[in-house]
């Protein structure tokens, strides 16, 4: 089983539409990271929390450290939120999540 | 753009061969990391350095080896390559060498290819 498990590997969504993605953890962790790879392969960190909720434009990142999870959430999502999300645990090194590919369509 | 750098952008070689990947970290950070993206193991990490001293290992096969020199640069070399190293490999920054609270910046990624 992996320490780092994301749901769903896949989603796919109409525009405007509020997307969930969810990452749960089976180790200690001191931090949690929300990264975003686009198509082209570049990876851009999005969130790092530790404990409760962050707000950044359309995205919201909460995490539970009592229940080891984590969710991200779009709202109004647009066609250029099409990416790859990874969830990646803080350890003395980072652990990755598979990722969920995301595609929202006009 | 994170402020990191990695050369080159596509490297496309052949199997059995050597090649060095090179990586420049965000101005005033000390700490480098590597990691590997393959169509079939996701993101794992490699190998770490702080300030030209090898920190924490990952996942590194004994066919690859990396350094950091003085100047804070890095260089993954890879070598005698097979066709399941082909992947993407990124190099991060960091200020300093705790990955449990510092944020890594990543860089554009090197895509490797071995025919």
């Known amino acids: 089983k992996n320490e780092v498990e994301q749901s769903p590997q896949n989603l796919t969504a109409q525009e405007g539409e509020f997307i969930t993605i969810n990452c749960s953890y089976s180790?200690?962790?001191?931090?949690l990271h929300w990264l975003q790879q686009h198509p082209g392969g570049g990876i851009v960190s999005l969130f790092m929390l530790s404990s409760g909720k962050k707000k950044h434009g359309r995205l919201i990142a909460t995490i539970n450290i009592q229940e080891k999870h984590s969710s991200l959430h779009i709202t109004a999502s647009h066609p250029r939120d099409s990416a790859v999300y990874i969830c990646?645990?803080?350890?003395?090194?980072?652990?990755f999540g598979t990722g969920t590919r995301l595609q929202v369509f006009p | 753009d994170s402020g990191v750098t990695q050369t080159p952008k596509h490297l496309i070689t052949a199997t059995g061969q050597r090649v060095t990947l090179r990586c420049s970290p965000r101005s005033g950070d000390l700490s480098v990391y590597w990691y590997q993206q393959s169509l079939d193991q996701g993101l794992q990490f490699l190998i770490q350095?702080?300030?030209?001293?090898?920190?924490a290992k990952g996942n590194i096969l004994e066919r690859f080896s990396a350094q950091q020199f003085p100047d804070l640069h890095s260089e993954l070399n890879l070598s005698s390559l097979e066709l399941g190293d082909s992947a993407l490999y990124f190099c991060?920054?960091?200020?300093?060498?705790?990955?449990?609270?510092?944020?890594?910046?990543f860089g554009p990624g090197t895509r490797l290819t071995v025919l």
């Open positions: 180790v200690g962790i001191s931090a």
């Open positions: 991060a920054s960091s200020v300093a060498g705790a990955p449990r609270t510092d944020t890594q910046y």
């Open positions: 990646a645990v803080k350890t003395d090194k980072l652990i």
């Open positions: 350095y702080y300030n030209g001293e090898e920190r």
